[in-house]
């Protein structure tokens, strides 16, 4: 059996970036003392002149963001989560939001996983922060193929986009003929009666295989990938629900004000069902390696598969 495959997101971020960069003159990439952590650096090396390091300062970042797109740029301002969405939430609200201008935030190293960081560089907020922001779209790849879909699809999009990348090298896991990306679109990648598992992120693999080990269990689940929580795909929701019953969401985010939060929000008013949200719980993570925090966390597969097969 071959090798898997992993690629870290906030890898495909760096990658996409200095590629559309060579089809697009009007791409500015603008970084926080990052670009080796974020992979801006790739921007960097190829296009130094359209790159602009703004310091340890993301909420200066970010009003200068805002007045290149003013001005007809298309600028990619990019930091650790915990700093894009964290520290720069009101200039992101104000300066961006407000005047729904088309900035491009690209948020790396988010979630759990960022791992010996620590507590401090965990953001498990972030999504629930970029949600409350109207107009402000949310996205959440899951490999290496959808982030650079993402990328893409968040620089032809008009308007201020929230991209999430993470540090941890995940399994490729949509590298087919057929995978295409829409915005506000979810994808159904196992069909399934029993269960609707739907997840975002770095846990949409381990669902997959959570999901294997289920159907040996006679447990035939549904999986959904959703990428873009904000706009939320409602029909693929509410589909699954209707033929399920039963839903569970996952991800690498709090459990208040992320993917379950929204799956919740549409379920309760237009498709009652009952769902279990798989997440963080509330607490804030600790420092050590990623992996170990995932399993102590719940969100590694054997947690994810135990949790799934309690709940129905």
């Known amino acids: ?62 009003g200068v963001a805002a007045g290149l797109a003013a001005s007809g740029k298309v600028p990619f301002a990019s930091s650790f989560a915990m700093f894009a969405a964290g520290r720069a939430f009101e200039q992101v609200r104000n300066s961006v939001g407000y005047p729904h201008l088309n900035v491009k935030i690209g948020a790396t190293h988010a979630g759990i996983s960022v791992g010996e960081d620590g507590a401090t560089h965990q953001c498990n907020e972030d999504i629930a922060l970029m949600r409350t922001i109207p107009g402000m779209v949310v996205i959440n790849p899951s490999d290496d193929v959808e982030a650079k879909a993402a990328v893409r699809a968040a620089y032809e999009h008009n308007g201020p986009v929230y991209l999430r990348f993470g540090r941890l090298a995940v399994p490729v896991i949509n590298d087919r003929p057929d995978y295409k990306f829409e915005l506000g679109k979810g994808v159904t990648l196992r069909e399934g009666k029993d269960v609707a598992v739907i997840a975002t992120g770095l846990p949409v693999n381990n669902c997959l295989e959570a999901a294997e080990k289920l159907a040996k269990d006679g447990i035939n689940a549904k999986v959904i990938n959703i990428h873009t929580i904000k706009p939320l795909d409602e029909e693929i929701v509410i589909a699954a629900a209707a033929e399920c019953g039963k839903v569970v969401t996952v991800e690498e985010h709090s459990v208040i004000g992320g ?54």
């Open 1 to 62: 059996m071959s090798e898997i495959k992993k690629i870290a997101t906030r890898d495909s971020y760096g990658n996409m970036l200095a590629e559309l960069g060579a089809q697009h003159e009007d791409i500015v990439v603008l970084d926080a003392d990052l670009a080796a952590a974020t992979k801006t650096g790739v921007f960097k090396n190829a296009y130094p002149e359209r790159f602009i390091d703004c310091g340890i300062a993301e909420c200066n970042m970010i």
């Open 259 to 312: 993917l379950g939060s929204a799956v919740c929000d549409v379920l309760s008013q237009k498709a009652p069902a009952r769902v279990l949200k798989i997440g963080i719980n509330d607490v804030f993570g600790e420092s050590g390696p990623a992996l170990e925090l995932l399993k102590k966390y719940g969100l590694d597969t054997d947690s994810i598969y135990e949790k799934i097969k309690a709940f129905v």
